[in-house]
């Protein structure tokens, strides 16, 4: 199989970073590609979607209407959709995306407690998901991130839970926060104790080399083995090495056992599979389904190992 040429034969969101990350393409063919984002396939689909109102189905976190009796958790409304845009690539400067996150600014509030989306709400987890948005396309969230500087926990991490009490870290709330921070540096440069506290962050997942529990190995949530996309406020051990890839630098040898998870689970076609789709209200299908060949989870598989095996000896 052509795993490159199956990637290629894909949605411009996926088609660009494939250029950027897996081939010697020019930066200006690279540009190109990402900029077809906003005006084709599931990005212009979804920019399509947004109500006059600033919304995407009706509200910030949830839809409204939503009923609880419905089969896993809505992703359709307006936080986790900017998060596909974001994931998708599109370019926060384009006139497509400067328009939607306007209407985002001025109109979309948090059920908790009727901010306004780029000021957060008081879940860490939420928060770390408001700031990689808002620092991504070029919002203030500098409260937001001041906030989550004083939530983190002794351990490192953060966790949705502490307001109830747990003064434990969860690997979920972690590595949202972080993916929020690393983008807020990108874009603000951060401040001393923004980048202290990430490094933070990613020591506690190290120190558990991102599956295991610190006090006695044992593998935490054989879950985390499986790899989903959009992976929503889940954690997984893809998407912890992706970070950390994304992140840059070399890689902690900590990351040795993971990126051995990672290396198992390629096809003999060389390509990953679907797994573990979280279920829920979406707007449109991404991929095949479960089991089936992922072409988000082997682009995202074969950074990571591009990235890991050049700093090998």
């Given at each position: 199989m052509d795993v490159l040429g199956w990637l290629l034969d894909s949605d411009p969101s996926i088609r660009w970073q494939v250029l950027r990350d897996l081939t010697d393409a020019p930066d200006e063919q690279v540009l190109a590609e990402r900029a077809r984002v906003a005006t084709e396939g599931w990005g212009s689909r979804l920019l399509a979607l947004q109500g006059d109102d600033g919304q995407w189905d009706g509200g910030t976190f949830f839809p409204s209407p939503y009923h609880n009796s419905e089969k896993g958790q809505p992703w359709t409304a307006t936080t986790f959709t900017l998060l596909l845009l974001r994931e998708f690539g599109l370019e926060p400067g384009?006139?497509?995306a400067r328009r939607a996150v306007k209407l985002v600014r001025e109109n979309s509030r948090w059920e908790e407690g009727g901010q306004l989306f780029f000021e957060g709400e008081v879940e860490p987890c939420i928060n770390g998901?408001?700031?990689?948005?808002?620092a991504y396309f070029?919002?203030?969230v500098d409260g937001v991130v001041a906030r989550l500087l004083g939530e983190q926990l002794a351990d490192g991490g953060w966790n949705c839970e502490a307001e109830r009490g747990s003064v434990r870290s969860s690997f979920a709330t972690t590595i949202n926060v972080l993916e929020g921070l690393l983008d807020h540096e990108r874009a603000t440069g951060g401040t001393p104790a923004s980048v202290a506290a990430r490094q933070r962050g990613e020591e506690y997942l190290l120190e558990r080399a991102l599956l295991?529990?610190?006090s006695t190995g044992e593998l935490i949530n054989a879950d985390w083995l499986q790899f989903s996309y959009p992976t929503r406020w889940f954690y997984d051990v893809l998407r912890g090495l992706d970070y950390f890839r994304d992140a840059g630098g070399a890689p902690d040898q900590?990351?040795?056992?993971a990126v051995g998870v990672l290396r198992s689970k390629r096809q003999p076609d060389g390509t990953w599979l679907l797994e573990n789709t979280h279920p829920g209200r979406i707007h449109f299908a991404l991929e095949d389904g479960d089991g089936r060949p992922s072409r988000w989870n082997t682009l995202r598989a074969l950074r990571v190992l591009k990235w890991y095996e050049q700093a090998q000896p």
């Open positions: 384009s006139v497509e998901k408001a700031v990689a948005i808002g070029g919002e203030n295991r529990r610190k900590r990351l040795a056992e």
